[in-house]
């Protein structure tokens, strides 16, 4: 990376500015828990879409392809069912080079044009901020996306002092975000793009409202409370740690399971966190502990082939060989009766992402996957608390 200058030698990443010479590597991880339905109880975002695709043949290895980056984008509006104008922010990938930043401002900008906005697009990049964690950079931008939402502020673009002259953000009603700017609303959204060095291009959009604004909230209250209090308490007995007594959550919890923390005002400033398992579960929930999976498709002729447990609790894998003509298509029977079928809300769904139907009776929609004639797909279920994503790969 430094020979071919794509790392900046003054330590820092000047997106968006004239002297950018590069990206600064930083360090880090990070992740996004996932749950479909309309519950709203721990909900920070909506993850309203999301596509890749690849940019093909550009100038060169380090090259944009601004037309690719067009076309992920259009579709991920698609998909979300959204307008040009409703984003208020963009977060760029923007890795601070004096031809990456352009074409990448470029792109949005002719996204934009198509439509009148009733405020300027807020353009920032977590670069500046936090590096370029190469990777991971695509999922600390999702982050970034969600924080953002969450107190409708926008992250400011640091070391922005004069801006690359290459840059059309001009050219329609948008401007770089140099300082922390609030959304004109209680809500709105955020998009994100990001683009390997492999050539894919990616870029997902949220929605949120602002809870962080929101004090006197019951469930923050506590949880700074628990968080001042001391750890659960550990009693020694004998000498095997595994026999020890203790006010955590014990070695055998599994997803679905409940605690208790009691909490009073009478409790001593010292008092410890303690955990107490709450018997049962809520009404309306399933126990899918023992729950199994069937596979049926085409490629054994609609028969129920059950899945194997994965390696962690509520997930079943299998492997299937593409049937002759490279097109493979499958659901799922749970517990192998076809009259609990899981299937997908559209037929013919290449999709990952999209919405999962069932269990129910009378269901015919498939996934379909495309490869090539003989070769193995590693299909993957996961359900916990009733709720279900699958996942497949060719192997």
Not at 44 to 49: H, K, N, W
Not at 121 to 134: A, P, Q, S, W
Not at 245 to 264: N, Y
């Amino acid at each position: 990376c430094s020979m071919s200058h794509m790392v900046s030698p003054e330590g820092r990443c000047f997106t968006f500015n004239s002297s950018a010479t590069g990206y600064l590597r930083g360090e880090g991880t990070s992740g996004q828990f996932l749950k479909f339905g309309p519950d709203e109880k721990e909900k920070d975002a909506i993850y309203r879409a999301s596509q890749c695709g690849q940019d093909g043949r550009s100038a060169s290895l380090t090259a944009p392809n601004g037309p690719a980056q067009e076309e992920v984008i259009s579709k991920a509006i698609r998909e979300a069912n959204m307008t040009p104008p409703e984003a208020n922010v963009w977060e760029c990938h923007g890795t601070g080079t004096s031809l990456g930043d352009p074409i990448e401002v470029g792109a949005i900008r002719k996204i934009m044009i198509k439509h009148e906005r009733p405020d300027p697009l807020m353009i920032t990049t977590n670069k500046t901020n936090i590096g370029h964690l190469e990777g991971g950079a695509a999922m600390a931008g999702m982050c970034v996306c969600v924080q953002t939402v969450l107190h409708t502020s926008c992250l400011p673009a640091l070391h922005l002092m004069q801006l690359n002259p290459h840059l059309e953000h001009t050219t329609f009603d948008a401007w770089l975000a140099s300082e922390a700017s609030p959304f004109p609303f209680e809500q709105g959204h955020c998009s994100v793009s990001s683009f390997g060095f492999g050539g894919t291009n990616g870029h997902a959009i949220y929605w949120g409202c602002n809870l962080a604004r929101q004090a006197g909230s019951v469930r923050e209250k506590i949880l700074r409370r628990m968080r001042r209090m001391a750890p659960p308490e550990v009693r020694p007995v004998g000498d095997n740690p595994g026999e020890w007594e203790s006010d955590l959550p014990d070695a055998g919890v599994r997803p679905g399971d409940r605690f208790v923390v009691r909490l009073s005002s009478d409790d001593p400033p010292d008092a410890p966190l303690k955990w107490e398992r709450q018997e049962g579960r809520v009404d309306g929930e399933e126990d899918d502990r023992d729950t199994f999976f069937s596979i049926t498709g085409n490629f054994n002729d609609w028969e129920a082939d059950r899945m194997a447990p994965g390696d962690v609790p509520g997930q079943h894998v299998t492997t299937v060989t593409v049937p002759a003509g490279g097109l493979l298509e499958f659901r799922f029977l749970m517990d192998g009766d076809p009259e609990r079928i899981v299937c997908p809300e559209v037929p013919g769904c290449s999709r990952k992402c999209a919405r999962i139907l069932g269990p129910g009776a009378g269901l015919s929609n498939s996934w379909v996957a495309r490869e090539q004639e003989g070769s193995e797909i590693q299909v993957e279920v996961l359900c916990l608390e009733g709720k279900c994503s699958v996942l497949w790969f060719k192997v």
